[in-house]
């Protein structure tokens, strides 16, 4: 991956003309410009007040990188492996749901941008296509399967299934969703995109969800939407019920939102592979701790042989490197590709992709790293107030 951020660069410069958006701001204030409040809302709304948003945006300002000089960077290497599965960069798109919301292609667009770039894609339970379509898309390429605990068991076990026999990689399980949080922003719309069908297709392609209506859903879409309401999350799902479904699967299974050292020990006495720090991005939990604060404690809670990764609030190479210096193996990338795929589909995720890459590569190169071996928690340096 030698000089990848240059030419990167190079391809920018040379096109002689603005590109339109670079930044995850700038992809966000695209979206808004083409999206509908309601959707557009559902998207960029967090729980509350959006304090713990912006804990997480202030925590990734108080870790500060130190540069080091004259390390020798011209041949850069950022592959890591997870599972048995090397990648390129240690780089994943979040699981987001009901994509048909933000563009007409959903995650049909956003696989094949992951395929154009190499990228692994996490599918979400509440995707717009169903997993059959995505794997048709990414026959080859690594991906992964997040799962939300329902209330209807023999569906979850069936969806498990259906993922590990399309050849999903991974489940990513999470957790941190019992229940919606309180959304003013969704509120103040009264909208919520799975009121009007979007996000259903794993359920209404799954055989045993099928089975528990008395008519289909093409001829009764509305009875199928209220099964789903009714069952789709559970509130009363606990740790002896994670490893009744971590028994479900021979895959790696990751719990997805975590924010507590105590937490990341019983996932292991549960028998999770891996653990992703996650405060969802400031969707759940109003006033929580940043999800970057508590990495470092979670990576020394499990040990260095549990991977642990880091999703919520990345959006630069910057954040990138830091979560990495603080222990994580890699870094899930959430809103800002799904706001570049409102704002120019699949062309629009492969862009901001491309762009996160090349801006990691040059971040780390300057900081004097060419691998990933010795960046760690003494690259960077922690302001106090």
Not at 182 to 211: C, E, I, K
Not at 243 to 264: C, N
Not at 288 to 300: E, G, R
């Amino acid at each position: 991956m030698a000089n990848f951020g240059l030419l990167r660069q190079f391809q920018i410069y040379g096109k002689g003309k603005p590109v339109g958006h670079i930044t995850a701001e700038q992809w966000a204030a695209a979206a808004e410009e083409v999206m509908e409040p309601g959707p557009f809302g559902y998207l960029h709304g967090n729980a509350g007040d959006h304090s713990t948003t912006q804990a997480n945006a202030e925590a990734f300002a108080r870790w500060q990188i130190r540069p080091r000089m004259l390390r020798n960077v011209g041949v850069r290497d950022w592959s890591c492996e997870l599972f048995g599965a090397k990648i390129a960069m240690p780089l994943l798109l979040a699981p987001i749901g009901v994509q048909s919301i933000i563009h007409p292609d959903g995650e049909l667009a956003t696989a094949q941008a992951a395929k154009d770039t190499g990228t692994p894609f996490v599918l979400s339970t509440v995707s717009s296509y169903s997993m059959e379509k995505i794997a048709e898309i990414l026959p080859d390429a690594l991906r992964w399967f997040q799962v939300y605990p329902g209330r209807d068991w023999d569906v979850m076990a069936s969806m498990i299934a259906r993922a590990e026999a399309l050849g999903f990689a991974a489940l990513v399980i999470t957790v941190d969703t019992p229940l919606l949080a309180w959304r003013p922003m969704d509120l103040n719309s009264a909208y919520l995109p799975f009121l009007q069908g979007h996000g259903m297709a794993n359920y209404l392609t799954d055989p045993v969800f099928r089975s528990r209506l008395k008519e289909t859903p093409e001829e009764n879409p509305e009875a199928a939407i209220q099964l789903f309401l009714s069952t789709y999350v559970n509130p009363e799902f606990d740790w002896s019920d994670l490893k009744r479904l971590r028994a479900m699967t021979r895959l790696p299974v990751l719990v997805k939102g975590l924010t507590h050292p105590d937490d990341a020990r019983l996932a292991l006495e549960a028998r999770m592979d891996g653990i992703i720090v996650s405060n969802h991005g400031g969707r759940q939990v109003d006033g929580a701790v940043a999800a970057l604060d508590m990495l470092p404690q979670i990576v020394s809670a499990v040990g260095a042989d549990v991977p642990v990764l880091f999703d919520s609030g990345i959006r630069s190479g910057a954040h990138i490197a830091k979560a990495l210096a603080l222990g994580a193996r890699a870094v899930l990338v959430g809103r800002p590709y799904a706001y570049a795929l409102a704002a120019a589909g699949q062309d629009g995720v492969r862009q901001c992709i491309e762009d996160l890459r090349a801006d990691f590569d040059l971040q780390m190169a300057l900081s004097g790293a060419a691998n990933l071996e010795h960046w760690d928690r003494s690259c960077l340096n922690e302001s106090h107030p």
